[in-house]
């Protein structure tokens, strides 16, 4: 009976804790103006709806042919139009010509609106609140002529979480996902678990976190590519959810622990991880924010409003995040700092030992798309190898080996002593710019 009472008063203790820190951040800034809902349509039948969730949409008024998707998942107290004012997508699609898809919790299914991203019975394959999701995407897809090869997922705080379930139970429907201040798929089965998730996080290893995406469809891949965010100072969700989240999907994708590389978008810390020179997963750690979704709200760029669980720090997740799923040209914003130079892989904190920092280039397998763009994510290795100038790639080889730095001025640091003979040699030759 003792230790019946002490998990019932822990339980207590720990909704009594979130019910709190989500009504104190509820109220931080700017309230989201009523007119809000005006941008956004409800489409009341698209299925059986098993989960009792609302639909709402924006479509541009010249939507292209075969557009993409994005749904957008609101995180608690949250409705559809309010995280919509706050992360600015349907200014996005407007802009950039794609189609959003907003399911939106009822008070009925949960008294903090919201999603049950905890519930077996609604984070299942065609069941619950995930199969209503689901139901909305054919919906969108057969209305809008959606490209089933571009649907992405993103949320935020509980919407994240409920997208990390989407990702899991539904990876063959989406190109990739986004997870805002979320957990991992699989943190919680219960409202305890989930409070105890929240604000410690699950203690699991990598293959075990992979194990439950894997176990929850029949799916073996390919798998769609991750975008993860979180504020270091996040009281509502600890942040060390984030590394189980990276942890899940390094073990899914099959990757190394260790991130291929390091380094600064708008001053706060980007770990990535590639396969084939391709950027498959992203974290990005904001220094000193709350629970809440990254903004820019000066200068260019500048998507979404600051409001509850909306922060200016400086960078607009939104619009990262479409540039990381390739629905957004770089020429928009440039996100990256190019003051930092990127550093060594870093391992993932929930995973020992440390695995050794890669060097050398990246894959020679880069798309020519990414090469023409400079070799987003990958260094400038890409542009330097595609302008056939020895001199640019060498210089871009050397960066990429941890061999060569720049200081603040741009001025070349040689950090190691070199065989510039043997190093050039190799150079030429990894590029194939000489033969053996």
């Not at 489409?43 to 639909?55: E, K, Q, Y």
């Not at 299942?124 to 999701?133: D, L, M, P, T, Y």
């Not at 899914?252 to 001053?267: L, P, Q, R, S, Y």
């Amino acid at each position: 009976m003792k230790g019946l009472k002490d998990t019932l008063s822990q339980l207590a203790g720990l909704r009594k804790r979130f019910e709190r820190l989500v009504s104190l951040a509820a109220k931080g800034g700017p309230p989201s103006p009523s007119t809000v809902d005006a941008r956004l349509e409800e489409v009341s039948a698209f299925g059986t709806n098993p989960g009792s969730l609302r639909m709402f949409v924006h479509v541009p008024r010249n939507l292209p042919k075969a557009p993409a998707l994005v749904v957008a998942m609101h995180g608690c107290t949250q409705t559809a139009a309010t995280y919509d004012h706050g992360s600015g997508w349907s200014r996005l699609a407007d802009d950039l010509g794609f189609a959003v898809l907003f399911p939106e919790q009822q008070r009925a299914n949960n008294p903090n609106n919201c999603f049950n991203w905890f519930l077996a019975s609604d984070t299942r394959r065609h069941q619950g609140e995930a199969h209503s999701i689901q139901q909305m995407i054919e919906r969108m897809i057969k209305d809008h002529s959606i490209d089933r090869r571009r649907i992405f997922i993103v949320g935020l705080s509980a919407g994240g979480a409920m997208a990390a379930a989407m990702l899991a139970n539904y990876p063959e429907v989406f190109a990739g996902g986004a997870i805002v201040a979320g957990l991992p798929y699989g943190a919680a089965t219960n409202v305890q678990t989930a409070f105890e998730a929240m604000a410690h996080g699950g203690l699991r290893s990598s293959r075990e976190w992979g194990d439950l995406v894997r176990s929850a469809s029949t799916h073996a891949g390919p798998w769609p590519k991750i975008s993860i965010w979180h504020g270091t100072a996040d009281a509502i969700v600890n942040p060390v959810n984030m590394e189980h989240t990276l942890s899940q999907w390094v073990n899914v994708h099959g990757a190394d622990a260790m991130a291929d590389f390091e380094d600064k978008v708008k001053g706060h810390s980007r770990r990535v991880w590639q396969q084939a020179g391709e950027e498959i997963i992203e974290a990005i750690s904001i220094n000193g924010m709350g629970h809440g979704v990254p903004l820019a709200t000066a200068g260019s760029g500048t998507y979404g409003n600051v409001s509850p669980f909306h922060f200016d720090v400086g960078i607009s997740s939104s619009l990262h995040i479409l540039k990381f799923w390739d629905l957004a040209k770089d020429d928009i914003d440039s996100a990256y700092d190019p003051r930092q130079s990127r550093g060594p892989g870093v391992a993932l904190a929930c995973d020992a030992p440390l695995l050794a920092a890669r060097t050398g280039p990246p894959s020679d397998t880069i798309p020519k798309d990414r090469a023409d763009r400079g070799g987003q994510g990958v260094g400038g290795w890409a542009s330097a190898a595609a302008s056939a100038d020895p001199s640019i790639v060498i210089t871009a080889a050397l960066k990429a080996a941890g061999l060569v730095r720049s200081d603040n001025l741009g001025n070349r640091v040689d950090t190691k002593p070199l065989d510039p003979r043997g190093i050039i040699a190799s150079t030429l030759r990894s590029v194939g710019l000489l033969k053996e």
